[in-house]
């Protein structure tokens, strides 16, 4: 869409150019200048309005960029909160079913202090 708009501003402006350039050139006296000036007119008027259009897509894309980004970082402040949630919950669960004495692991050697020697 914005290409279709740019597109069009560009055809707006090289009409305007095309009727400049017709409207300085030396003036004849005839019948086909009333329709020239109208026509210049309304490329102006076309010119102005494609400007405008493209200001409006422009602001609205960058709207919608703001918008993402906000979304974007509220989905990640979810994501933390959601897995800081699993987390606590994770960790309540193993200190309930946790034994109370946790058994000597079986795979490693004794480990030899001064005090139980």
């Known amino acids: 869409m914005r290409k279709n708009i740019l597109l069009l501003a560009g055809v707006a402006v090289l009409a305007l150019g095309a009727c400049k350039k017709e409207a300085t050139a030396p003036e004849q006296t005839s019948a086909a200048d009333a329709p020239a000036a109208a026509a210049m007119e309304a490329a102006g008027a076309a010119v102005d309005n494609a400007a405008q259009a ?64």
């Open 54 to 117: 493209v200001d409006a897509a422009t602001e609205a894309a960058a709207a919608a960029t703001e918008a993402a980004g906000e979304a974007v970082d509220a989905a990640a402040q979810a994501v933390d909160a959601a897995t800081e949630a699993a987390e606590a919950a994770t960790e309540t669960a193993v200190e309930g079913t946790a034994p109370a004495e946790a058994a000597p692991a079986t795979d490693a050697p004794p480990v030899i202090t001064p005090a139980n020697q």
